[in-house]
């Protein structure tokens, strides 16, 4: 994680904040542990100013976020058929999404953040044999209109691999 930081603050053009990797991989809507009796206490929340290490936990809660994070930008995590999505609104001025596929869910426009397992018996090779005529470049998966990446998962590692040198 950190070992990328550096070439991504120093890079031109499309760039790999150094909180994205750990946006991806963090689990959400777990219960807060600091606020385990309170009734918005789903974990749905990522604070991008808040550097990871030494940030203490990378989801945290709406009153976390007032507590901690009040002066921050946040972005909060929603679920689509138990999938974790981000509004494009929200993380478009912070991260380059260009070539991620949006889908419109509950009238805003929104993205995936990791990859979604494919339905059954269906690999990179079924994925593409599908429908449609788009299809994920790392994945496979069919995707609905002429975009590169299903999710942001499968466009970061192709931004990590361009930045090394
Ligand atoms: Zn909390
Ligand atoms: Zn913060
Ligand atoms: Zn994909």
Known sequence: MMRRASAAETAAGST???WLETLLSTRFFLACAAHPDSPRNECNMFCLDCRSPPA??????????????????????????????????????ALDI????????NSAKVLF????????G???????????????EICGRALL?????????????LLCFLLDP
Do not use: M, W
């Not at 260009?98 to 869910?105: C, H, K, L, N, W």
């Not at 953040?113 to 059954?120: A, I, S, T, V, W």
């Not at 269906?122 to 994920?136: E, H, I, T, V």
């Open 16 to 18: 790999v904040p150094d």
């Open 56 to 93: 203490p936990a990378p989801a945290f809660c709406y009153y976390c976020r007032s507590h901690r994070h009040a002066a921050h930008r946040v972005i909060q995590i929603r679920r689509s058929s138990y999938h974790d999505v981000v509004r494009v609104a929200e993380v478009e001025d």
């Open 98 to 105: 260009s070539g991620v596929q949006t889908y419109v869910i």
């Open 113 to 120: 953040l990791n990859e979604r397992p494919q339905p059954r």
């Open 122 to 136: 269906a690999g990179a090779a079924a994925g593409k044999a599908a429908a449609s005529p788009y299809n994920c």
């Open 145 to 157: 209109d002429p975009f590169r990446f299903c999710s942001l998962g499968c466009k970061v590692p």
